[in-house]
């Protein structure tokens, strides 16, 4: 069993920036990938990223892409996600995942492949 407990949600305003952070535990053998989703209401969970755990590898959803950035820490046993020039549109409930694929392309953000999943964490973005 892995667990996985975001931190760092925060009301910010527009441009702004806000660093989540996700402290994960357990057995990770076999978890070959970490990611950040992101959900708002009515719409479905939306993968932003994904970091590979053996290289450090990364890819980004296009709606992220230059703006955000997901670390992972392996000996603080961490996986962050700092969000910069932050939207409107990125208002959601963001969560952390861990799964046995990675991959870069926009199939390894599909949320199927995680098995493991936080409780979430909420950024809100206002004018």
């Known amino acids: 069993q892995v667990q996985l407990v975001e931190s760092g949600g925060a009301s910010v305003q527009v441009g702004g920036s806000l660093s989540l952070s996700c402290a994960f535990s357990g057995d990770m053998r076999g978890i070959a990938g970490m990611a950040w989703f992101r959900q708002a209401p009515g719409q479905e969970r939306e993968g932003v990223a994904i970091?590979?755990?053996?290289?450090?590898?990364?890819f980004y959803a296009d709606s992220v892409k230059g703006r955000f950035t997901i670390s992972l820490v392996k000996f603080k046993d961490i996986v962050s996600l700092q969000m910069d020039r932050l939207k409107a549109d990125d208002t959601a409930m963001y969560y952390c995942?861990?799964?046995?694929?990675?991959?870069?392309?926009?199939?390894?953000?599909?949320?199927?492949?995680?098995?493991?999943w936080g409780q979430g964490t909420q950024v809100t973005v206002s004018n």
């Open positions: 970091i590979s755990t053996g290289d450090g590898g990364t």
């Open positions: 995942a861990a799964g046995s694929a990675y991959g870069k392309t926009a199939y390894s953000l599909r949320s199927a492949r995680f098995s493991y």
